[in-house]
C-alpha cells in the first residue's frame, strides 16, 4: 500500500503564493514558491512555519511568474531547506531580473512606510526629490517592473534612510537581497523539456505549458505512482508561445490550475478586434491608453498585435506606443537569447531574416519621467504599456492617477487580477478609486480583455478528457470558483474524482501496489523455462521427470494459452512501458533478452549466467491485473490492434548506383549491397539493393529511381529520413557541379578537377605549377650544378655583347649594312632567344623563390623526375607516363589565423604542409573526394 500526500502552503483557494508539497514516507518535494501580489513582507509568503522545510528533497519551479518564484530566494537563504532546485534556463534567466527588481522596491516601499510613519513629517516634502533625482510620493514609488523600481535607483541611498531610521541592518527589514539572490542562483540547476531527471528513487520530466516563454509543467512519479503538476498552462494559439503539452504516460493523479473556473474565452480573433476597436476608439478621441501588463509574458503579445495593427493603417503610425519598463532592453535581450521557444509565428517572422521583437512603432521608456510631458497635454493621443498589471503600485499606479479624471482616456486590463489588488476593484466601475491614500475620481473609459495565457473550461476539460486521469486536484484559483469547476467536472465525467483543499488540509491518495502480473503467449513458457533453471542452478534435485519436461519446455515452439501468475515486483503498470521480469536460466533460441545478467553455479561448480530480464511490453488497465506480453503476441492474445506501418519512398537517380553506396557506407557502419535478384528474398528484380541496418534501398536501372523501404519504427523512421535528407543533398551537389562528368572509371584528371574547384570555393591564392619546372628550378640554382654554370656563361656574353655593340664607335650604319645578312640573322636569333630564355629565368626565379623548403625537398626527392646522365647538357626526363605532373598551392588559415602554405601532389597522392594538423585534415579531405566522389563530404 502506497500512501502519498499532497499539501498545500499555498495557492489553494487563492490566486498567489502557489506552493503545493507532495510528500511520500521518505521524500518531499516541494512544486513552485512564489509570493502574494497583493501583500508585501512575511505575509505574501508560503506558509513555511506549519511544515518542516528540511524535509524537502526538491523545489521544482514551473515559471518565472512571481507568484510561482518569488519566495525562492526567501526559501534557500532563511530557511532549514537543503534540497536541490530545478527550473528551465530561460526561467532562470527572467527569475534573476524579476528578483533583483523585488528586492529593489521591497526596499523602497518599506522606507516609504517607515517615512509615512515617522514624528517629523518635513524630512520629506508631498512630492520632493532626493539628490539622485527620483521622485519621492507617500504611499508609493515610481516602480517600473513586475514588483520592481527603476534602474537607476540607488540601494544604498535607500539603506541608509532605513538604517537612519533605526532599524539597523537592512536584512531585517526585507524578505532577500542581492546577496540572498547571488547565492539562490547558485543553487538553481536547470534542465530542458522532456529531459527525464532520477533523484533517488523520484523522477521528474518537464512537459511544455505554454503561458510564458520557458513555463513548464512536472510530471513527477514517486513509488511508480505519477503525479503531473500543471502550474500555470493555457493551450490556446498564441503569437509567440507554443501551446501546451499533454504527456502520452498515464497519470494517476493531476494537479491543475482552475483559475478561470467554469469561464470560457471568447474567440480569440474576436477578442482581439474588441481590443483594437476599443484603442482605435480611444485615440480617435484624442485619449490616452493605459494597458497595465507584466513586465514580460502577454506585455509581448500585446506588443506584436499592435505592431501587425499599426503596419496596416497609417492614420495610426504617428501615434506613439510607449513601453515603460526598466527590463524592456533586458526582456528583449532574453527573447531573443530564447527565440527556440518561441511559437510558430515569431519562428516564420525570423525565418523571412526579420527580428519579430525589433518593434517599428514601440518606444522603450525606462522612466515615467521620460513621458510625463506627454501624459500632461492635451489632445497628445498615445498608448502606454506599463507594469505592474494589477496596478497594485508602481508606474502603472502612478499613470493610472494621472489619466483617471480624463474621460477622453480609457484604461484595458488584458490580464487576470486578484482580490486586494486596484485592477480588481475597477472592475465594479467605481465613481471613486482610492490611490495614495486619496480619493480619486475616475471617469476614464475602463474595459476588460483578457489576453490571460491561463486555461478556461473548456480547456481544462479536454486536458483532462486527453490526460485520462482519474483524480484531480484543483488549485490556484478563487475558492468559489474552484467549487463551482469541480462540480461542473463531476457532473459532465462520473469517473471522476475531483478536491479542492484548502490551505494546510492534507489528501492522502492511498494505492494498492500489485505484486503480480499476467504473462500470455511465448513469453509464459520462456519464463516457465527460466524459473526451472534457476532452480536447477541453484543445486536443487529434479527427478528424471523434471529434467525431461525443462528440456521439452526449451524446445516447444507452440505458444502456450494458459496464463501464468508471476511475480513482478520490478513492473511499472504502465499501459506501453517496458518491464523486466527477474528470472534465471539459459532462454530459448527465439526469446529475445536483456544483455548481461546473474552469475549462479551448478551441481558440479560450474558457474551458469542468469539473464538480467526480457524484452517484453507491460499492458494495464484500471481495476484489471496487468499483461506482460511480447509484442508479437499482441494482437492473437488482447484485444488491441496492432499495426505494421511499410512506408516507401521513391526518388529519381540518374547516377551510378555504386556512388551511393559508397557514400552511405561512409555515414553507416551496418551497410552492404546485393543483387536484386538474389538478394532480399523480397522479389526484388531488376536492381541491385542496399540495406541499411533496417531500411532497403532498392534501384531500378531501366527508370532510373531508387526506392527506400521501411517498417515503420522510431528507430527506422530516423534512418530513413537521414538516408533520404543525404540523397537530396548529393543530387543537389551533382546539379552544382553538372560540369564533372561521373562515368564508370573516374579518372585522375576528374579527381584532380574536383579537388581544384573545392579548393577554389574554401581556400585563398590558389596555384598551380609543374613539376617539372620545379625540378630544372632546382638545378638551375644548385651549386655545383653544370647547367647553372654554362646559364650564366651565356648570360655573361649576352651582356658583353650588348655593351660592345652600344660602345663600338667604328660601326657605322653603313657598314653594318655591308655586313654578311645571313650571319647577322644569326646573332639576332642567338641574342632573342637568350634574352627571352633569361626573362624566363628571372620570372621562374621570383615565382618559386617564394615557395617552402618542405616542397623542394620532396621534389627533390620525387622518384618520377630525375636528371639525365648527359654532363654537358643535364635535363629532367620524366619517369613514368600516364601522370599530371602538377603540384596545386593554396593557402589554409591554422589556429592563430595565419596563412599556411599547402601542397597537393595527385599523382602521388601526397599533401605537402608544415602544420601536421592541416596536413591531416587535407589529407582527409582528399581521401574523402576520391573514395565518394562528392564535393558535398567535405
Not at 480611444?282 to 493605459?290: A, Q, Y
Not at 574536383?754 to 585563398?764: L, R
Given at each position: 500500500?502506497?500512501?502519498?500526500?499532497?499539501?498545500?502552503?499555498?495557492?489553494?483557494?487563492?490566486?498567489?503564493?502557489?506552493?503545493?508539497?507532495?510528500?511520500?514516507?521518505?521524500?518531499?518535494?516541494?512544486?513552485?514558491?512564489?509570493?502574494?501580489?497583493?501583500?508585501?513582507?512575511?505575509?505574501?509568503?508560503?506558509?513555511?512555519?506549519?511544515?518542516?522545510?528540511?524535509?524537502?528533497?526538491?523545489?521544482?519551479?514551473?515559471?518565472?511568474?512571481?507568484?510561482?518564484?518569488?519566495?525562492?530566494?526567501?526559501?534557500?537563504?532563511?530557511?532549514?531547506?537543503?534540497?536541490?532546485?530545478?527550473?528551465?534556463?530561460?526561467?532562470?534567466?527572467?527569475?534573476?531580473?524579476?528578483?533583483?527588481?523585488?528586492?529593489?522596491?521591497?526596499?523602497?516601499?518599506?522606507?516609504?512606510?517607515?517615512?509615512?510613519?515617522?514624528?517629523?513629517?518635513?524630512?520629506?516634502?508631498?512630492?520632493?526629490?532626493?539628490?539622485?533625482?527620483?521622485?519621492?510620493?507617500?504611499?508609493?514609488?515610481?516602480?517600473?517592473?513586475?514588483?520592481?523600481?527603476?534602474?537607476?535607483?540607488?540601494?544604498?541611498?535607500?539603506?541608509?534612510?532605513?538604517?537612519?531610521?533605526?532599524?539597523?541592518?537592512?536584512?531585517?527589514?526585507?524578505?532577500?537581497?542581492?546577496?540572498?539572490?547571488?547565492?539562490?542562483?547558485?543553487?538553481?540547476?536547470?534542465?530542458?523539456?522532456?529531459?527525464?531527471?532520477?533523484?533517488?528513487?523520484?523522477?521528474?520530466?518537464?512537459?511544455?505549458?505554454?503561458?510564458?516563454?520557458?513555463?513548464?509543467?512536472?510530471?513527477?512519479?514517486?513509488?511508480?505512482?505519477?503525479?503531473?503538476?500543471?502550474?500555470?498552462?493555457?493551450?490556446?494559439?498564441?503569437?509567440?508561445?507554443?501551446?501546451?503539452?499533454?504527456?502520452?504516460?498515464?497519470?494517476?493523479?493531476?494537479?491543475?490550475?482552475?483559475?478561470?473556473?467554469?469561464?470560457?474565452?471568447?474567440?480569440?480573433?474576436?477578442?482581439?478586434?474588441?481590443?483594437?476597436?476599443?484603442?482605435?476608439?480611444?485615440?480617435?478621441?484624442?485619449?490616452?491608453?493605459?494597458?497595465?501588463?507584466?513586465?514580460?509574458?502577454?506585455?509581448?503579445?500585446?506588443?506584436?498585435?499592435?505592431?501587425?495593427?499599426?503596419?496596416?493603417?497609417?492614420?495610426?503610425?504617428?501615434?506613439?506606443?510607449?513601453?515603460?519598463?526598466?527590463?524592456?532592453?533586458?526582456?528583449?535581450?532574453?527573447?531573443?537569447?530564447?527565440?527556440?521557444?518561441?511559437?510558430?509565428?515569431?519562428?516564420?517572422?525570423?525565418?523571412?531574416?526579420?527580428?519579430?521583437?525589433?518593434?517599428?512603432?514601440?518606444?522603450?521608456?525606462?522612466?515615467?519621467?521620460?513621458i510625463l510631458n506627454y501624459l500632461y497635454q492635451d489632445n497628445?493621443?498615445?498608448?502606454?504599456?506599463?507594469?505592474?498589471?494589477?496596478?497594485?503600485?508602481?508606474?502603472?499606479?502612478?499613470?493610472?492617477?494621472?489619466?483617471?479624471?480624463?474621460?477622453?482616456?480609457?484604461?484595458?486590463?488584458?490580464?487576470?487580477?486578484?482580490?486586494?489588488?486596484?485592477?480588481?476593484?475597477?472592475?465594479?466601475?467605481?465613481?471613486y478609486v482610492l490611490i495614495n491614500d486619496k480619493p480619486v475620481?475616475?471617469?476614464?473609459?475602463?474595459?476588460?480583455?483578457?489576453?490571460?495565457?491561463?486555461?478556461?473550461?473548456?480547456?481544462?476539460?479536454?486536458?483532462?478528457?486527453?490526460?485520462?486521469?482519474?483524480?484531480?486536484?484543483?488549485?490556484?484559483?478563487?475558492?468559489?470558483?474552484?467549487?463551482?469547476?469541480?462540480?461542473?467536472?463531476?457532473?459532465?465525467?462520473?469517473?471522476?474524482?475531483?478536491?479542492?483543499?484548502?490551505?494546510?488540509?492534507?489528501?492522502?491518495?492511498?494505492?494498492?501496489?500489485?505484486?503480480?502480473?499476467?504473462?500470455?503467449?511465448?513469453?509464459?513458457?520462456?519464463?516457465?523455462?527460466?524459473?526451472?533453471?534457476?532452480?536447477?542452478?541453484?543445486?536443487?534435485?529434479?527427478?528424471?521427470?523434471?529434467e525431461i519436461n525443462v528440456v521439452r519446455d526449451a524446445n516447444?515452439?507452440?505458444?502456450?494459452?494458459?496464463?501464468?501468475?508471476?511475480?513482478?515486483?520490478?513492473?511499472?503498470?504502465?499501459?506501453?512501458?517496458?518491464?523486466?521480469?527477474?528470472?534465471?536460466?539459459?532462454?530459448?533460441?527465439?526469446?529475445?533478452?536483456?544483455?548481461?545478467?546473474?552469475?549462479?553455479?551448478?551441481?558440479?561448480?560450474?558457474?551458469?549466467?542468469?539473464?538480467?530480464?526480457?524484452?517484453?511490453?507491460?499492458?494495464?488497465?484500471?481495476?484489471?491485473?496487468?499483461?506482460?506480453?511480447?509484442?508479437?503476441?499482441?494482437?492473437?492474445?488482447?484485444?488491441?490492434?496492432?499495426?505494421?506501418?511499410?512506408?516507401?519512398?521513391?526518388?529519381?537517380?540518374?547516377?551510378?548506383?555504386?556512388?551511393?553506396?559508397?557514400?552511405?557506407?561512409?555515414?553507416?557502419?551496418?551497410?552492404?549491397?546485393?543483387?536484386?535478384?538474389?538478394?532480399?528474398?523480397?522479389?526484388?528484380?531488376?536492381?541491385?539493393?542496399?540495406?541499411?541496418?533496417?531500411?532497403?534501398?532498392?534501384?531500378?536501372?531501366?527508370?532510373?529511381?531508387?526506392?527506400?523501404?521501411?517498417?515503420?519504427?522510431?528507430?527506422?523512421?530516423?534512418?530513413?529520413?537521414?538516408?533520404?535528407?543525404?540523397?537530396?543533398?548529393?543530387?543537389?551537389?551533382?546539379?552544382?557541379?553538372?560540369?564533372?562528368?561521373?562515368?564508370?572509371?573516374?579518372?585522375?584528371?576528374?579527381?584532380?578537377?574536383?579537388?581544384?574547384?573545392?579548393?577554389?570555393?574554401?581556400?585563398?591564392?590558389?596555384?598551380?605549377?609543374?613539376?617539372?619546372?620545379?625540378?630544372?628550378?632546382?638545378?638551375?640554382?644548385?651549386?655545383?650544378?653544370?647547367?647553372?654554370?654554362?646559364?650564366?656563361?651565356?648570360?655573361?656574353?649576352?651582356?658583353?655583347?650588348?655593351?660592345?655593340?652600344?660602345?663600338?664607335?667604328?660601326?657605322?650604319?653603313?657598314?653594318?649594312?655591308?655586313?654578311?645578312?645571313?650571319?647577322?640573322?644569326?646573332?639576332?636569333?642567338?641574342?632573342?632567344?637568350?634574352?627571352?630564355?633569361?626573362?624566363?629565368?628571372?620570372?621562374?626565379?621570383?615565382?618559386?623563390?617564394?615557395?617552402?623548403?618542405?616542397?623542394?625537398?620532396?621534389?627533390?626527392?620525387?622518384?618520377?623526375?630525375?636528371?639525365?646522365?648527359?654532363?654537358?647538357?643535364?635535363?629532367?626526363?620524366?619517369?613514368?607516363?600516364?601522370?599530371?605532373?602538377?603540384?596545386?598551392?593554396?593557402?589554409?588559415?591554422?589556429?592563430?589565423?595565419?596563412?599556411?602554405?599547402?601542397?597537393?601532389?595527385?599523382?602521388?597522392?601526397?599533401?605537402?604542409?608544415?602544420?601536421?594538423?592541416?596536413?591531416?585534415?587535407?589529407?582527409?579531405?582528399?581521401?574523402?573526394?576520391?573514395?565518394?566522389?562528392?564535393?558535398?563530404?567535405?
Amino acid at each position: 500500500m502506497n500512501n502519498i500526500n499532497i499539501v498545500c502552503l499555498g495557492g489553494a483557494s487563492e490566486v498567489g503564493r502557489s506552493c503545493v508539497i507532495i510528500e511520500s514516507a521518505n521524500r518531499s518535494i516541494m512544486l513552485d514558491c512564489g509570493i502574494h501580489p497583493a501583500f508585501m513582507g512575511i505575509g505574501c509568503l508560503p506558509i513555511y512555519d506549519a511544515y518542516d522545510i528540511s524535509k524537502v528533497d526538491l523545489c521544482l519551479i514551473t515559471h518565472f511568474h512571481m507568484d510561482h518564484s518569488g519566495a525562492l530566494p526567501y526559501l534557500i537563504n532563511r530557511t532549514r531547506f537543503k534540497g536541490k532546485v530545478y527550473m528551465t534556463e530561460a526561467t532562470k534567466s527572467i527569475c534573476y531580473l524579476l528578483w533583483n527588481d523585488y528586492a529593489r522596491i521591497e526596499k523602497c516601499m518599506h522606507m516609504m512606510n517607515k517615512m509615512k510613519g515617522s514624528r517629523n513629517k518635513n524630512e520629506v516634502g508631498e512630492n520632493e526629490t532626493d539628490e539622485y533625482g527620483n521622485k519621492i510620493k507617500r504611499g508609493g514609488v515610481y516602480s517600473s517592473d513586475e514588483y520592481g523600481s527603476e534602474d537607476n535607483e540607488d540601494d544604498d541611498y535607500y539603506q541608509s534612510y532605513i538604517c537612519e531610521m533605526g532599524d539597523g541592518d537592512i536584512k531585517h527589514n526585507v524578505l532577500y537581497d542581492e546577496n540572498d539572490i547571488n547565492v539562490a542562483m547558485k543553487r538553481i540547476e536547470t534542465l530542458n523539456f522532456h529531459e527525464h531527471i532520477e533523484f533517488e528513487d523520484v523522477k521528474f520530466t518537464a512537459y511544455r505549458a505554454g503561458h510564458v516563454i520557458g513555463a513548464c509543467m512536472f510530471l513527477v512519479e514517486i513509488n511508480n505512482i505519477r503525479f503531473l503538476y500543471t502550474g500555470d498552462y493555457s493551450r490556446e494559439v498564441d503569437r509567440h508561445i507554443p501551446i501546451a503539452e499533454i504527456p502520452t504516460i498515464d497519470v494517476h493523479v493531476l494537479i491543475c490550475e482552475g483559475t478561470y473556473g467554469i469561464r470560457v474565452h471568447d474567440d480569440r480573433k474576436k477578442r482581439e478586434v474588441r481590443f483594437l476597436n476599443m484603442i482605435t476608439s480611444i485615440l480617435n478621441n484624442k485619449g490616452k491608453v493605459l494597458l497595465p501588463v507584466f513586465a514580460l509574458g502577454r506585455a509581448q503579445e500585446l506588443l506584436l498585435i499592435m505592431e501587425e495593427h499599426w503596419e496596416k493603417n497609417t492614420q495610426l503610425q504617428k501615434i506613439p506606443i510607449f513601453y515603460i519598463s526598466s527590463m524592456a532592453t533586458k526582456s528583449l535581450c532574453i527573447y531573443e537569447t530564447f527565440i527556440n521557444l518561441c511559437g510558430d509565428f515569431v519562428r516564420h517572422v525570423l525565418n523571412e531574416g526579420k527580428n519579430p521583437f525589433n518593434f517599428k512603432y514601440v518606444k522603450y521608456a525606462k522612466s515615467l519621467d521620460s513621458i510625463l510631458n506627454y501624459l500632461y497635454q492635451d489632445n497628445n493621443p498615445c498608448v502606454v504599456m506599463a507594469s505592474p498589471g494589477m496596478l497594485q503600485n508602481g508606474i502603472s499606479k502612478n499613470i493610472f492617477n494621472i489619466i483617471a479624471p480624463d474621460k477622453k482616456s480609457g484604461v484595458i486590463l488584458t490580464g487576470y487580477t486578484v482580490k486586494g489588488t486596484l485592477a480588481h476593484e475597477l472592475k465594479t466601475e467605481p465613481e471613486y478609486v482610492l490611490i495614495n491614500d486619496k480619493p480619486v475620481k475616475r471617469r476614464c473609459r475602463f474595459e476588460e480583455i483578457s489576453f490571460s495565457a491561463h486555461s478556461d473550461f473548456n480547456q481544462t476539460k479536454t486536458f483532462i478528457e486527453k490526460l485520462k486521469c482519474p483524480n484531480v486536484v484543483l488549485v490556484h484559483g478563487d475558492r468559489n470558483e474552484l467549487n463551482r469547476l469541480k462540480n461542473k467536472l463531476t457532473e459532465e465525467k462520473k469517473y471522476l474524482s475531483v478536491f479542492t483543499p484548502e490551505l494546510l488540509q492534507r489528501l492522502t491518495f492511498r494505492f494498492e501496489h500489485s505484486d503480480h502480473v499476467v504473462s500470455l503467449g511465448q513469453i509464459s513458457q520462456h519464463i516457465r523455462y527460466l524459473a526451472r533453471r534457476r532452480e536447477v542452478l541453484q543445486g536443487k534435485e529434479l527427478d528424471a521427470a523434471d529434467e525431461i519436461n525443462v528440456v521439452r519446455d526449451a524446445n516447444r515452439g507452440d505458444a502456450i494459452d494458459a496464463a501464468v501468475a508471476i511475480d513482478a515486483t520490478d513492473a511499472t503498470g504502465a499501459t506501453g512501458e517496458k518491464g523486466k521480469e527477474q528470472s534465471g536460466g539459459r532462454p530459448p533460441p527465439e526469446a529475445n533478452t536483456n544483455r548481461g545478467g546473474e552469475k549462479l553455479s551448478d551441481r558440479n561448480g560450474e558457474e551458469k549466467t542468469i539473464p538480467n530480464g526480457v524484452d517484453a511490453i507491460i499492458i494495464s488497465e484500471p481495476k484489471a491485473i496487468p499483461i506482460m506480453i511480447y509484442a508479437k503476441d499482441i494482437y492473437e492474445y488482447t484485444n488491441l490492434k496492432t499495426a505494421l506501418i511499410d512506408q516507401t519512398i521513391s526518388i529519381k537517380f540518374p547516377h551510378k548506383f555504386e556512388l551511393l553506396y559508397h557514400m552511405l557506407r561512409g555515414v553507416y557502419e551496418e551497410t552492404h549491397m546485393e543483387d536484386g535478384d538474389s538478394g532480399s528474398g523480397n522479389g526484388d528484380k531488376g536492381g541491385a539493393v542496399i540495406f541499411v541496418q533496417d531500411v532497403k534501398i532498392h534501384y531500378c536501372s531501366a527508370e532510373k529511381v531508387i526506392s527506400i523501404n521501411w517498417l515503420s519504427s522510431p528507430v527506422n523512421d530516423l534512418v530513413a529520413d537521414s538516408i533520404n535528407f543525404l540523397i537530396l543533398e548529393f543530387l543537389d551537389t551533382m546539379k552544382n557541379n553538372n560540369h564533372l562528368s561521373i562515368c564508370n572509371e573516374v579518372t585522375d584528371d576528374e579527381i584532380y578537377e574536383m579537388i581544384i574547384s573545392y579548393v577554389k570555393e574554401n581556400y585563398t591564392n590558389v596555384e598551380r605549377f609543374s613539376k617539372v619546372e620545379l625540378k630544372r628550378f632546382l638545378l638551375e640554382n644548385s651549386s655545383d650544378s653544370p647547367e647553372k654554370g654554362r646559364k650564366e656563361e651565356a648570360k655573361d656574353a649576352y651582356e658583353d655583347g650588348l655593351d660592345n655593340l652600344k660602345n663600338d664607335q667604328s660601326y657605322s650604319s653603313g657598314r653594318i649594312n655591308q655586313m654578311d645578312h645571313n650571319k647577322m640573322e644569326e646573332e639576332e636569333v642567338d641574342l632573342c632567344e637568350d634574352h627571352d630564355e633569361k626573362s624566363g629565368h628571372r620570372d621562374r626565379m621570383k615565382k618559386f623563390r617564394s615557395l617552402d623548403k618542405i616542397l623542394f625537398d620532396y621534389i627533390a626527392a620525387d622518384a618520377s623526375l630525375a636528371m639525365s646522365t648527359d654532363e654537358e647538357e643535364p635535363v629532367v626526363r620524366v619517369l613514368n607516363g600516364g601522370m599530371l605532373y602538377e603540384i596545386l598551392k593554396f593557402e589554409v588559415k591554422d589556429n592563430n589565423n595565419k596563412d599556411v602554405n599547402v601542397y597537393v601532389d595527385i599523382d602521388n597522392r601526397e599533401v605537402i604542409c608544415e602544420e601536421v594538423t592541416i596536413l591531416l585534415k587535407i589529407r582527409e579531405i582528399l581521401k574523402n573526394i576520391e573514395e565518394s566522389l562528392l564535393p558535398m563530404c567535405f
